[in-house]
């Protein structure tokens, strides 16, 4: 199992850009989510998926959009970039909707210049 | 709002000193309670949870919480920790969500001193 997958690891934007993080678990998990992390913040959660063809906005879903059509699969896109979206980009999957763990993915390292 | 509040942002300790992280969250529910380390460039892990039962949870490489309803606390602890433990330390709550959603603290950073 390779668990919870993102590429890629770094990306420098202009701003303007747009771009799509990768993020694909091989758990068979029906629950995602992506979060960023900015120093002394936390995670903050963006937007989640509770199975193929569901998601919903998380806490600070302005600036992005997903996409879920497979269970695998849960894309995050960055339409127009901004500095304030440079940030550390987690991915996450989990198997239960009662609190189950939460499985991350290694971060994507976002710069917009 | 729910809210989860880490009240110690960084974390300066001598090797085999004794350790204490608190988490305070703000929910009057039933609510399941995770601590998640995240070393130097690694990604978060889990280091324990509490869902039911005893409110004494042990996690791996020594560490404990204490889950207290009275107070809204799950505070981490370890008796003597080690440079190996020099990471960063987030307390999290799934606070009556069916979705699974966690709301995460700001987050503790530890230095372990040699």
């Known amino acids: 199992n390779a668990g919870v997958t993102q590429t890629p690891k770094f990306r420098i934007l202009k701003i303007g850009q747009s771009m799509t993080l990768q993020c694909t678990q091989d758990m068979n998990h029906n629950y995602m989510y992506w979060y960023r992390q900015d120093p002394g913040m936390g995670l903050k959660l963006i937007y989640y998926?509770?199975?193929?063809?569901?998601?919903d906005k998380g806490e600070v879903p302005n600036g992005y959009n997903v996409s879920r059509s497979t269970t695998e699969d849960f894309p995050l896109r960055l339409e127009l970039a901004a500095p304030s979206q440079t940030s550390v980009y987690f991915c996450?999957?989990?198997?239960?909707?009662?609190?189950?763990?939460?499985?991350f993915g290694p971060g994507t390292r976002l710069t917009v210049l | 709002a729910q809210s989860v509040s880490q009240h110690n942002h960084h974390v300066i300790l001598s090797e085999a000193a004794s350790l204490e992280l608190g988490c305070n969250y703000s929910y009057g529910g039933t609510v399941n309670l995770f601590w998640y380390v995240q070393y130097p460039g690694q990604h978060l892990q889990l280091l324990l949870k509490?869902?039911?039962?005893?409110?004494l949870v042990k996690g791996i490489k020594g560490f404990e919480a204490e889950f207290i309803k009275s107070k809204f606390s799950f505070n981490l602890r370890k008796p003597s920790v080690q440079w190996s433990d020099t990471a960063e330390y987030f307390c999290?709550?799934?606070?009556?969500?069916?979705?699974?959603?966690?709301?995460f603290g700001q987050g503790t950073t530890l230095q372990v001193k040699p």
């Open positions: 999290a709550v799934n606070a009556g969500s069916n979705t699974g959603k966690l709301i």
């Open positions: 996450a999957s989990s198997y239960s909707r009662d609190g189950g763990e939460q499985f």
């Open positions: 998926s509770v199975g193929a063809g569901i998601t």
């Open positions: 509490y869902f039911s039962g005893d409110p």
